[in-house]
């Protein structure tokens, strides 16, 4: 009765240990930079003090509530940031660490009930106009063009554009449309199409009603969101080894077969394997059969489709025991390998 008890005891820790290692936590996401610095430049001219034919709204307008969600959509994450209008060109915000607050006291000071009589559209002396910003930048750059396309005077578009592309490597223009005709969306078009870092042509009305499409929008364009490397990432059981061995029992392996798709679905993160022993033997030995034990479990999950390059096996020895030496049970519990995620 004893022994049955002892062998129902090992049967239901193995289970315990096989049903932690499956379990991967939830994965902790954190927003990153893609770029350096990121330039909010907003169409200014009388077109935009229209109505907008399709959505019956005036465009500044609803560019300026759009600024205001966007703003609100930006982590704070060390870049640097400014806001300019074009048609007349001006410098709402100057280049600087993107704040929140700020950009939003530069938003304020959008006017939206401006006379259109005589205001045309130079855009490409606008986007032309960049160029001393530009010029004070280093890393790459983001230009999100806020406008409804329509060019009326002046430079072409298209064509300064393009020149920027070629004096400036780093600089990508994303675009928000408020054209309602087609000559100013095919304006907006052809400047996104110059260059494949672009994130394309968005609607600025479907943008203005859409939080998820905001969101998406301002992760192509200037950050993206990352998975945090850390032990909360994946909890993963102990893989247990019968004394004075390294070789992985069949018992085991179905641990690491769930070990070896949650680290590729974690590729970005570099995953310690600890090698550990129990008490019984010399220190010297005991570092040794750890280390062994470690490299046991990165060949069995480099052989199983593991990047080795996203393991480091590590022995530790006796010292660091998780149950006592004292008993039989915490020295079986001890002779193990653990799996550990690397802080960023």
């Known amino acids: 009765m004893i022994r049955v008890r002892n062998n129902l005891l090992q049967l239901l820790l193995l289970v ?15 927003p990153v930079p893609k770029v350096d610095n990121f330039i909010l430049f907003q169409d200014y001219s009388g077109s935009m003090a229209m109505t907008h034919l399709q959505a019956k709204q005036v465009k500044i307008v609803m560019a300026k509530d759009l600024l205001f969600a966007m703003n609100e959509a930006i982590p704070e994450l060390g870049y640097n940031s400014s806001l300019h209008t074009f048609a007349p060109f001006s410098e709402l915000l100057g280049m600087q660490t993107y704040s929140t607050s700020a950009m939003e006291g530069a938003i304020s000071m959008i006017e939206t009930d401006y006379e259109i009589f005589n205001r045309r559209t130079p855009m490409g002396l606008g986007i032309s106009s960049l160029r001393p910003v530009l010029d004070t930048l280093s890393g790459k750059t983001a230009i999100i063009l806020i406008s409804d396309g329509k060019h009326n005077l002046g430079l072409d578009p298209v064509a300064e554009a393009t020149a920027i592309y070629n004096s400036y490597p780093n600089v990508c223009f994303h675009i928000i449309s408020f054209a309602d005709e087609p000559y100013g969306q095919s304006v907006l078009e052809q400047i996104a199409a110059l260059n494949g870092c672009s994130c394309g042509v968005h609607d600025g009305v479907a943008l203005l009603a859409d939080d998820a499409a905001i969101d998406a929008f301002l992760q192509c364009a200037i950050y993206e969101m990352k998975n945090v490397c850390g032990d909360e990432i994946i909890q993963l059981g102990n893989i247990l080894f019968d004394f004075d061995r390294s070789n992985i029992k069949n018992e085991m392996k179905p641990i690491l077969d769930e070990a070896v798709a949650i680290i590729n679905e974690n590729s970005d993160c570099v995953f310690e394997i600890q090698g550990h022993t129990c ?50 049970e915490g020295r079986r519990l001890n002779r193990r390998v653990e799996i550990h995620v690397l802080e960023d």
């Open 279 to 328: 008490s019984i033997g010399s220190e010297a030995y005991n570092q040794g059969l750890s280390e062994r034990r470690a490299q046991s479990v990165v060949d069995y999950l480099v052989g199983a489709g593991v990047s080795a390059g996203s393991l480091r096996a590590v022995g530790y020895g006796e010292t660091m025991p998780t149950a006592t030496n004292d008993t039989r």
């Open 16 to 30: 315990l240990v096989v049903l932690v290692a499956a379990m991967p936590a939830e994965a902790r996401m954190k």
